[in-house]
Structure formats: C-alpha cells, structure tokens
T-cell receptor, first 116, second 119 residues
Framework: NAGVTQTPKFQVLKTGQSMTLQCAQDMNHEYMSWYRQDPGMGLRLIHYSVGAGITDQGEVPNGYNVSRSTTEDFPLRLLSAAPSQTSVYFC???????????????FGQGTRLTVV | AQKITQTQPGMFVQEKEAVTLDCTYDTSDPSYGLFWYKQPSSGEMIFLIYQGSYDQQNATEGRYSLNFQKARKSANLVISASQLGDSAMYFCAMREGMGEAGSNYKLTFGKGTLLTVNP
C-alpha cells in the first residue's frame, strides 16, 4: 500500500520559474492538505481540500495554487517561485472525520525545494 | 496567540530513562483532538499518539503515553525507556471541531522539540 506519494523529492528552481509538486494517495481519503516546514516554524498549512472540486486556503496560501479534480490527486502549483518559498513541503491526507474518531493525517515523504 | 506551544526547543535524555515533552494548547472549541508526530532525521512524519478532548483516560501506545490535563490545556508526551532511535524532532498538533458537521480537518502544529537520546 503506497499511502501518500509526493514527487519530486528534491527540486531546485530559479526565481520566477513555475512548477507543480505532485501528491497522490491511494487510501480513498476525502481530506488532503499541503504544509510547508521551515526551521523553527513547525508545519504551516498552505491549502487544503475536503473533497474533489473543493479547496480552501490555509495559513500561508500566497504564491501557491491548488486544484482537486480527483479524490486521489492534489497538486500544488508555485506560480512564480521566490527564495522565500525555499522549504520542505509535505502533502497529507485523512479519512472522513466521524464523531470522536482518531483520524490522524498520513504524510508523504516530503519535497525539499530550493529557490535560487 | 499561538494555538500550540512547545516550550522546549531541545531536550536530552539518557538511554533507558523516561522523558516528558511539553505541549500546551489554546482553543475555545469543546471538541478537539491532540496528536503527536515524530520526525526522524530522514524527514518523514510518523504518527505516534492521539487524545480526544472527550476521552476519559490518557492515551497510551506502547512506550508512548499522553499526559492529558484538560483544565491546564496541556498534552505532554511521555516516552518511557528511551532508545537511541527515539532521537528525533517531535511535534504536537491539534485539530479543532472534531466530529462536528462540516468538521475542521486542519491540523495546527507546534514548533517542535528536538530530542536527543544519549547512550
């Protein structure tokens, strides 16, 4: 069972370039999200989706776009990369919440992005 | 105000001893869940333990236990009999509005505590 798969694992971009970070999950989870991790900052939510066709902004959405055309895929697009977007990016998915259930987020392996 | 506060940037513990990693949280929602994740140097996020706000007993998972003090809004992680492999960054996280219609699935993370286990 692959779980949550992120590609690529490493990427170097030049300022102004655009790219898409891919995220796919095979657990039929409704909820998917993107976080960025910076030293001393923990993980911060960029965008999230509660199902196909539904997305919303998290804490740090500027400079990023998302779409959710299928349950399995949730790509993150950097429109015009900036050095401030140098970070480690994590995609996560969770099953549908039920009352009192333990629904931890399952994380991908992360993408280390450097913008020069 | 921060929703999740981890006041210990770094902690050291001797192998085979117990260690407590602190986490305090801030929410006005009566329904919430608290999570601990481990991030070893390889970078992946590993789920350790969960505590629901309505759970009557403290959660336990093997060598991990969660010391949940609701009135104090604290959810400390206790690792018993530390092992060298426990050396990692540990994150406390909270999800508010658990189990409600239109639940908030979002996780809010603390800044983490770097645990080093000495031989």
């Amino acid at each position: 069972n692959a779980g949550v798969t992120q590609t690529p694992k490493f990427q170097v971009l030049k300022t102004g370039q655009s790219m898409t970070l891919q995220c796919a999950q095979d657990m039929n989870h409704e909820y998917m999200s993107w976080y960025r991790q910076d030293p001393g900052m923990g993980l911060r939510l960029i965008h999230y989706s509660v199902g196909a066709g539904i997305t919303d902004q998290g804490e740090v959405p500027n400079g990023y776009n998302v779409s959710r055309s299928t349950t399995e895929d949730f790509p993150l697009r950097l429109l015009s990369a900036a050095p401030s977007q140098t970070s480690v990016y994590f995609c996560a998915s969770s099953p549908t919440l039920g009352t009192g259930t333990n629904t931890e987020a399952f994380f991908g392996q992360g993408t280390r992005l450097t913008v020069v | 105000a921060q929703k999740i506060t981890q006041t210990q940037p770094g902690m050291f513990v001797q192998e085979k001893e117990a260690v407590t990693l602190d986490c305090t949280y801030d929410t006005s929602d009566p329904s919430y869940g608290l999570f601990w994740y481990k991030q070893p140097s390889s970078g992946e996020m590993i789920f350790l333990i969960y505590q629901g706000s309505y759970d009557q007993q403290n959660a336990t998972e093997g060598r991990y236990s969660l010391n949940f003090q609701k009135a104090r809004k604290s959810a400390n992680l206790v690792i018993s009999a530390s092992q060298l492999g426990d050396s990692a960054m540990y994150f406390c996280a909270m999800r508010e509005g658990m189990g409600e219609a239109g639940s908030n699935y979002k996780l809010t993370f603390g800044k983490g505590t770097l645990l080093t286990v000495n031989p």
